[in-house]
């Protein structure tokens, strides 16, 4: 240690660090300085003393740079690259966490104001960096006072925006629950002290008050009038004595301020109501949009400047607003309010009254005044949530864990029986497991294999197709007669489980579906599917079937008397139906006839219903002979201008379109959909030929 200490020379090490630092700021990886980093692990001497050299070292950078520039923009970017080296050295603990804050501070102190406003923008970009554990600590009262020194050289009417930014910077820098910018025991800005002419005689305007009384009157009945005749001196004491009110809002609980207040406040509230700021416009266009860009902290208080005050609409809404805060304030629970203060019944009912008459005034004030008095309602009710928090005592927004919670009962140690076998010894040795309580042990050894028990039959719980079906598919039997809305079909639970159990247990769900069916709904897709599924189980022969008999007579459900085959009803009553069948052989042939001539006739029509329908072959042979002419024939097969537009903007391909137009036709008219029907449609859409070579 002793030889490090006689080999590092304090000034050398000053001049070497400079070289190294330079290349870096000149190079490309300011945020790193992986050169100076290298130099620096390499370099002899203890921890302590390079700190030391490097803190110096900085400093006679930012020395040398504010010395040479001249405040042209180059420099300034110049100067921003080696603060970013400064901090990068920082951030690899080669130097003191305050030196950057330091330097900071001097750079901006030996700036003109516009240099400081490029500067700052640089600290304000790099908030995050700040808030971080290397910074935060060490520099927070380093930017505080750096922050006030700027606010102290400028001013608050000319740079404006610049000391906007500077608060907002605090804000995001400093949390919430820090106390030490917030106004926990209300007090206000007395200095802020409003100057204007209180002496009469050396008015310019107007000082008698009858003769005022007098135009406003007549200005109100007939509204001829310029508003010059309301601008006189008792409305520039009225508007400007008030701002002394505004600025100690205490003064409002004594009874001759009160009085000022109240009279004051009519005054001005009747002249603002006597001239609309509309009527004076006259709709122009180009005090709207000076009005959107301007803005002034405060307003001059020269007489001269009434007239044209009073026709601004940014000045009756600062007046107005200002009133609002006052009657906040007076109105709100505040715990540093003095126990005396207090206001009457009388005076909360004006101030009510004359609340809901400002909202009025603000929504008449253009531009956009409607929108302005909601915002400002919403401001002010949300200033309530704060003076809550702070009467609370400025509570932390962080939820902090509850000692309960921390100081949880340390757990009891389980008493093991070296007697008693393990668990881990029963399983290996194929004994019972005990699983802690009788129940658990139980279900446990039900079956010794785990895996055999997963595998059993009678954790089988998916029922069969032809179980789950049995009963849709009787309801699909016409002669059942069932009406369509009592179907299981049309029930949403069985339509989920149907296509869940067809999914698992049937190829129908996977198999490609006929064009005239890629557009059914489900009750439509199951009905064809249970079609499918009666043709694949087996039918029960005739021995089984089984009827109701009552008194020798088929009888419904509700007169079911005994249950027997028909081999036991042909036994039984073959006795009796076979003198029957003798006495009248010539009846019993004319039955036969007649029932033989029926089902001819059934099977003719039949026959003639399954020609006449079209199949998918069919639509797509005419679907390809169609093809553009398909917007002729649509009209005539039912479709409405929505229907060809979504086929339109479904395909693009000729043929597709044709095809889906036909199979949308099918699922319109559903049996009704023949080749009869078709060839009228194309008839009239004048595609008699494609009818023909059909």
Known sequence: MADNAQEFLFENARKEFKGILLKDVNGKNQ??????????????????????????????????????????????????????????????????????????GDVLDCSTLDTCDVIFKYVEERVAVWKSPVFYTAGKNYLLRMCNDLLRRLSQSQNTVFCGRIQLFLARLFPLSEKSALNLVSQFNLDNVTIFNTDPSNSTLDVNEEASEEKMETDEVKKEKSESGLVDYKLYLNIWS??????????????????????????????????????????????????????????????????????????????????LILFRYLTATVKFKGANLVLTEAQKTWISTTETKIYKLLQETPPNGKKFAKYTKHLLEREEFWIT??????????????????????????????KKSSIAEDFISGKSLGMGSPELT??????????????????????????????????????????????????????????????????????????????????????????????EFPTQST????????????????????????????????????????????????????????????????AGAVLDSLSTDDI?????????????????????????????????????????????????????????????ALKAAGLEQIEKES
Not at 62 to 76: F, G, W
Not at 295 to 306: D, G, Q, R, V
Not at 469 to 487: C, G, L, R, S, V
Not at 644 to 664: F, G, H, M, N, P
């Open 31 to 104: 945020d790193e300085v992986p050169i100076f980093v290298e130099f620096y692990g390499k370099y002899p001497g203890s921890e302590q003393e390079k700190k030391t050299a490097t803190d110096q070292t900085l400093r006679d950078l930012i020395r040398e740079e504010v010395l040479s520039k001249t405040h042209q923009e180059i420099e300034i970017t110049r100067t921003l690259h080696v603060i970013n080296v400064i901090v990068a050295v920082a951030k690899q603990g080669l130097c003191s966490p305050s030196v950057p804050f330091t330097l900071l």
């Open 242 to 323: 008030i701002q002394d009110i505004f600025r100690s809002p205490v003064q409002c609980y004594q009874k001759e301020t009160w009085d000022k207040l109240t009279e004051n406040a009519d005054n001005i509230f009747r002249v603002f109501d006597s001239f609309k700021l509309d009527d004076i416009r006259g709709g122009n266009k180009t005090n709207q949009t000076t009005h959107k860009k301007s803005y002034f902290s405060k307003f001059l208080t020269s007489e001269k400047l009434t007239e044209l005050q009073l026709s601004d609409g940014m000045f009756r809404r600062q007046i107005l607003t200002q009133f």
């Open 389 to 418: 928090w702070k009467n609370s005592g400025c509570p932390s927004f962080m939820k902090m864990r509850s000692k309960s919670e921390d100081e949880s009962p340390a757990s009891k140690k389980r008493k093991i029986d070296p």
């Open 442 to 535: 139980k279900l446990w050894n039900l079956c010794p294999n785990n895996l055999a028990a997963c595998r059993s039959n009678e954790r089988e719980f998916l029922p069969s197709i032809q179980d789950y079906f049995a009963e849709p598919i009787e309801q699909e039997d016409p002669k059942n007669q069932i009406e369509d809305q009592y179907k299981l079909i049309k029930n949403s639970n069985f339509q989920w489980k149907a296509l869940r159990l067809l999914s698992n247990r049937s190829q129908l769900f996977f198999t490609s579906q006929p064009a005239n069916l890629q557009f059914k709904t489900v009750p439509d897709y199951l009905s064809t599917v249970i079609g499918k599924l009666a043709k």
């Open 543 to 606: 021995e089984e079937i089984k009827v109701e008999v009552s008194n020798g007579d088929l009888v419904g459900v509700g007169d079911l008397k005994t249950t027997m085959t028909v081999s036991e009803i042909n036994n039984e009553d073959e006795g009796e139906d076979e003198d029957a069948v003798l006495d009248d052989p010539d009846d019993e042939m004319d039955d036969e006839s007649n029932l033989l001539d029926g089902s001819q006739e059934d099977n003719d029509a039949e």
């Open 620 to 680: 797509t042979m005419l679907a390809t002979k169609i093809g553009s002419d398909w917007t002729k024939l649509a009209p005539h097969v039912n479709l409405k201008p929505k229907d060809i537009k979504e086929i339109q903007e479904d395909s693009e391909d000729i043929v597709l379109q044709a095809r889906q137009t036909l199979v949308t036709w099918q699922d319109l008219v559903g049996s009704k959909a023949t080749w009869t029907t078709l060839s009228q």
